[in-house]
């Protein structure tokens, strides 16, 4: 049997439901997990072992009156580093941050607290949310429970990793270029990238604004629906969510009637074989399902993500520029003005960070801006153009989500560009602004493989329940 | 295409980010690496392209344009993140140096 930690957010609320189990045991049995496990995995910055218990203690006492605040009332929860709670230390595991405390409620959090969910603690990530491996931490990188000389994948891999090692039962995470989706693929877990305009930044620490979206980690497409629903809306502090349909879940049980796309661009390149073997396995297996699979034109592969490298540090270049030691933060003691923001930054600041800052200062730079930002946001309309087109003739475009497995920590923190050829697959749904979702192929050799299907947009029911009958197979 | 250390140095200048000689070197390299990856993009012919839009930003969705009120809690909060205060007032350096006599 499994303990109550190893439960799905979906099987815990039904025996909260049914009292079979009391948030308080779910609780403290992923406070026990955490307090073994968390000293070498590191998914977590910080653990709130007091006010979760009181949580816990609460949602109970709701509970025994017959109250109930929503589907994730009592429900544990991890939270990623770069999104605010107030009164809390928030991060976004920046040394420039280490002391930083929320003045107020992201609407995310804001939302889960209304539905009595239980936060655990905040979880490690790559800097400012910037890296595909979890390595970029200020405060030490985190670890693959499936080999700990392995990374989890970023840079919302303390999320990944408290979700696929039971320290929680979901997490959430954000995700610009793929970092909700790739840690979810190196650690075989579900992760959601919603439609832009789905869910509130507000409170989200900005890394690109045109990109950013919050969405959930979890151990199955059902439970990261459940927490999906739970933290989108349109919102008055957030000028770019939308007014949608909202989403309602629309599970099937076969696929008959469903038209799934492989993108001939992105297959022909390079994949590894360990990665390639289990998704064409998959394919298989949603044909067994009663989907047509074939091919399609998207053009711009390999365009996405210079689109995305240039895209990316503009928008992040300008939105780190308030970390500058004046208002918050860490500050150096220098001279005089100009050499304070100069040490400031440049002491508390990582590598990773400061290499995109200086990456996106330079392309929107006097005499550059046209030859880097503006036709990048020319080839961004064609690549949104190319999708839509892709997405007229099928309901879904699925590739494997990363090429490669997880990979050994330190192996490529010295070479940036190989390190960014892993978001090949992720970044197109961002550069598009549609929902994508990576979910755990179930033949695998050794480590864990991610599925990913890109859908479109405002359409997160058809895409969760092409991922979902997959799972239930 | 390869950046001087003097372009490197005067990009971290305009981002305020101090960089020590040996991270100019690093830096310039990294930059160069993904400077000619992006360079793809010159290739594919934009005549015409409008460059895509912002993101939804519907006038709609403007909140009223007035001050919100912050509570005791919330400016304690703010206060005690300053890096730098005076009686409760931000601390930071001084804008005008003194003048050189």
Known sequence: MKSANELTLTEAREALDHAEIFSLELTKACLAEIQSRNPALNAFLEIWQESALQEAKASDERRARGESLGVLDGIPIAIKDNMLIEGRKCSSASKILENYVSVRDATVIKKLKAQGAVFLGRTNMDEFAMGGSTENSAFGPTRNPHDPDRVPGGSSGGSAVAVAANLCLAATGSDTGGSIRQPASFCGVVGLKPTYGRVSRSGLMAMASSFDQIGPLAKSVEDAALLFEAVAGKDALDQTTVDAKPFEPAWRENLQGIRIGLPKQAWGQGIDGEVRTPVEHAVSVLKRLGAEVVDVELPYAEEVLAVYYIVMPCEASTNLSRFDGMRYGAREHASNLLETYLETRGENIGPEARRRILLGTYALSAGYYDAYYKKAKQVQTLIKNAYADALTHVDALLTPTTPTVAYEIGSKVNDPLSMYLGDLFTVGANVAGLPAVSVPCKEVSGLPVGMHLTGKAFDESTLLAIAGAYEQS | ?101
């Open chain 2, 1 to 101: 295409m390869s950046l001087s250390h003097e372009e490197i140095k005067n990009v971290a200048f305009l981002a305020r980010i101090g960089l020590s000689d040996e991270e100019v070197e690093r830096v310039g390299k990294d930059l160069d690496s993904i400077l000619g990856y992006v360079d793809r993009l010159q290739k594919i012919d934009t005549a015409d392209v409008p460059e895509a839009a912002s993101p939804v930003v519907d006038a709609k969705n403007f909140r009223v344009d007035e001050a919100d009120a912050c509570t005791d809690a919330e400016r304690a909060l703010i206060v005690d993140n300053f890096p730098a205060s005076q009686g409760g007032m931000l601390k930071a350096p001084a804008v005008f140096e003194r003048p050189k006599k």
